[in-house]
């Protein structure tokens, strides 16, 4: 199983900005997705980002609710895909997942698309 580990998570006042990594317990040289969700209490995951490597390029896409303040990118040096947070909202607290498909086609932000998921780090945006 691929496991992966979300970190970044912290407490931040509004405005801020955090960085947050997705890392896999393995390197990954097959195609493969990998997209950022969050949930807020009592809600289902919501899609915000996800990335897809191509030969061509890479692929990216974005939720109209983080459009133009996330960014998400790969870090070759570190592994990781990670997600940068700017001009952060109090409404943007809710614990924020990595998730990864492994082979196949296509990219997207539904959650019904991905085959691991790791385990969430929490991001609360407050004074």
């Not at 691929?2 to 006042?13: C, I, P, Q, T, Y």
């Not at 960014?71 to 001009?87: P, W």
Request: one cysteine or more.
């Amino acid at each position: 199983q691929l496991l992966l580990v979300e970190s970044g998570g912290d407490l931040v006042r509004p405005g801020g900005s955090l960085r947050l990594a997705c890392t896999s317990s393995k390197f990954i040289v097959d195609y493969y997705v990998i997209g950022w969700f969050r949930q807020f209490p009592g809600k289902e995951r919501e899609g915000i980002a996800c990335f897809s490597d191509r030969q061509s390029g890479d692929l990216t896409n974005y939720a109209d609710s983080v459009k133009g303040r996330f960014t998400i990118s790969r870090d070759s040096v570190k592994n990781t895909v990670d997600l940068q947070m700017n001009n952060l909202r109090p409404e943007d607290t809710a614990v924020y997942y990595c998730a990864a498909k492994i082979g196949g086609y296509g990219m997207g932000l539904d959650q019904d698309f991905y085959d691991y998921w790791g385990h969430g780090t929490q991001v609360t945006v407050s004074s």
